[in-house]
Protein backbone atom coordinates (compact mmCIF):
# COMPACT_ATOMS: atom_id res chain seq x y z
CA UNK A 1 0.00 0.00 0.00
CA UNK A 2 2.56 2.16 0.66
CA UNK A 3 4.61 1.87 -2.52
CA UNK A 4 1.42 2.75 -4.03
CA UNK A 5 0.64 6.16 -2.53
CA UNK A 6 4.60 6.80 -3.28
CA UNK A 7 3.47 5.88 -6.98
CA UNK A 8 0.32 8.44 -6.68
CA UNK A 9 2.53 11.34 -5.19
CA UNK A 10 5.20 11.05 -7.43
CA UNK A 11 3.49 12.40 -10.38
CA UNK A 12 0.32 14.22 -10.06
CA UNK A 13 -2.45 13.30 -13.06
CA UNK A 14 -4.15 15.85 -15.13
CA UNK A 15 -7.61 15.51 -12.78
CA UNK A 16 -5.42 16.13 -9.55
CA UNK A 17 -3.97 19.16 -11.58
CA UNK A 18 -7.18 20.82 -12.23
CA UNK A 19 -8.93 20.77 -8.88
CA UNK A 20 -6.10 21.78 -7.91
CA UNK A 21 -6.25 24.69 -10.34
CA UNK A 22 -10.47 24.80 -9.55
CA UNK A 23 -9.32 25.51 -5.73
CA UNK A 24 -10.76 21.97 -4.44
CA UNK A 25 -8.31 20.68 -3.18
CA UNK A 26 -8.40 22.76 0.29
CA UNK A 27 -11.52 24.46 2.31
CA UNK A 28 -10.92 28.15 0.43
CA UNK A 29 -10.94 31.00 2.72
CA UNK A 30 -13.67 33.31 2.06
CA UNK A 31 -11.75 36.31 3.41
CA UNK A 32 -8.69 35.60 0.99
CA UNK A 33 -8.34 38.54 -1.21
CA UNK A 34 -9.92 37.35 -4.86
CA UNK A 35 -7.41 37.46 -7.75
CA UNK A 36 -7.99 39.99 -9.83
CA UNK A 37 -7.78 42.13 -6.69
CA UNK A 38 -4.27 40.80 -6.15
CA UNK A 39 -3.03 41.14 -9.93
CA UNK A 40 -4.37 44.70 -9.60
CA UNK A 41 -1.82 45.47 -7.15
CA UNK A 42 0.70 43.68 -8.89
CA UNK A 43 0.22 45.53 -11.62
CA UNK A 44 0.36 49.04 -9.91
CA UNK A 45 3.65 47.99 -8.64
CA UNK A 46 6.79 48.63 -10.10
CA UNK A 47 9.21 46.05 -11.07
CA UNK A 48 11.89 44.31 -12.87
CA UNK A 49 11.04 41.05 -14.54
CA UNK A 50 13.65 38.58 -14.25
CA UNK A 51 14.06 38.74 -18.16
CA UNK A 52 15.27 42.48 -18.60
CA UNK A 53 18.17 42.01 -15.83
CA UNK A 54 21.37 41.42 -17.46
CA UNK A 55 23.59 39.12 -16.68
CA UNK A 56 26.71 40.27 -14.02
CA UNK A 57 29.83 41.02 -16.07
CA UNK A 58 32.48 38.66 -14.62
CA UNK A 59 35.64 40.51 -13.32
CA UNK A 60 37.56 38.16 -15.08
CA UNK A 61 39.37 38.35 -18.69
CA UNK A 62 36.79 38.46 -21.71
CA UNK A 63 36.84 34.99 -23.92
Same mark, same amino acid.
Given at each position: ?????? /??TDR #? /??????? !????????? !??NDE #??????????????? #?????????SLG /???
Amino acid at each position: MHNTLL /TYTDR #P /TAPLLAK !DFRGELVPQ !DPNDE #PASELLKRLAATSFS #PASKRGRKKSLG /TAA
